[in-house]
């Protein structure tokens, strides 16, 4: 086995170790065994141990660490949070005393006192912030736009099975509630609608996606970006991810006013109560090898 020759691999830690903590786990192992490869994993920390004993006997045990602090000793150079908003919230800024922290929680940046102190912090200690694109499409366009003051209006619109989503109150109960009302009729339900920054709050388990659009989009930022959540009981087998936005007008016929406007669809596969569909899983990972390099501050990759 021989390390990459344009590059030693990253010293990594993964915090959090549910599915995606696991896919991220098993594409770092099976990556090991290729000639060449780019990450060395340091460490892998859950906040309840009993999920280790249910995974794969293989598991290296030396890896498993007590405490995130404990990670931190291990002098990585970049840890991987794939756990919940409440770490970033926690432990965000030791981890960035000590290495590059990449974000997979991203709606902990719509409290916008933890993104301003996260912020000062990369510029104090030189490290620095990653955010996966995920289910994102179309983020580097949206950043030019939003380089150039062009973006004028962003509006994120999510549809899931009724079983997919992990909410929190009010739209739990709204959602049962509408459940309810439909009985055994398809339909779709429109659990919110409205800015990002109260709907992350309110579901930060499935809208990092809005969260990651509100951050490239951040001349809009939480409070303009708008976001929609929808479940429909037909979609079995997909997430659909819809992402419109609009630029300025411009004159064309030398009379005639359009406006500039784009809308994707991304149906991405996944089965019923996943949280994230699958090829959300590997873009994540394209987006940790892209997590270098980068000057202080907050950047989507």
């Known amino acids: 086995m021989q390390y990459n020759t344009k590059a030693k691999p990253l010293r990594v830690g993964i915090v959090g170790f ?8 098993r594409h770092i192992e099976n990556e090991r065994n290729k000639a060449i490869y780019d990450f060395d994993l340091v460490f892998i920390w859950n906040r309840s141990k009993d999920i280790f004993s249910t995974f794969d006997k293989e598991l290296n045990q030396d890896l498993i660490v007590e405490t995130i602090e404990e990670g931190l000793q291990r002098s990585p150079d970049l840890i991987i949070e794939v756990a919940h908003p409440t770490i970033i919230e926690k432990y965000a800024e030791k ?12 709606t902990a940046l719509a409290n916008e006192s933890i993104e301003n102190s996260l912020r000062r912090k990369t ?127 411009t004159i064309v016929n030398e009379n005639d006013k359009v406006k500039f406007h784009t809308k994707t669809v991304r149906s991405n596969p996944a089965e019923i109560g996943a949280v994230t569909g699958t090829a959300t899983l590997l873009s994540f990972v394209s987006s940790i090898k892209r997590a270098k390099g980068r000057t202080a501050g907050i950047h989507v990759v």
């Open 95 to 106: 981890i960035l005393d000590v290495c590059d922290l990449f974000i997979g929680s991203p």
């Open 123 to 249: 510029i104090e200690s030189g490290h620095v912030v990653y955010i996966g694109t995920g289910a994102f499409w179309g983020a580097e366009d949206i950043g030019k736009m939003n380089e150039r003051n062009t973006l004028c209006s962003l509006s994120i619109t999510m549809k899931k099975h009724p079983d997919s989503y992990k909410l929190n109150e009010p739209l739990h109960s709204k959602l049962i509630e509408q459940r309810t009302k439909l009985g055994d009729q398809p339909g779709e339900i429109v659990i919110y609608s409205g800015p990002v920054r109260e709907l992350c709050r309110l579901a930060p388990n499935n809208v990092n996606t809005m969260a990651v659009g509100a951050t490239v989009a951040s001349s809009l930022g939480f409070d303009r970006v708008q976001g929609c959540l929808i479940a429909d009981t037909s979609l079995s087998d997909r997430h659909i991810v819809e992402i419109e936005l609009s630029g300025p007008e």
């Open 18 to 25: 549910g599915h995606l903590g696991q896919f991220i786990y």
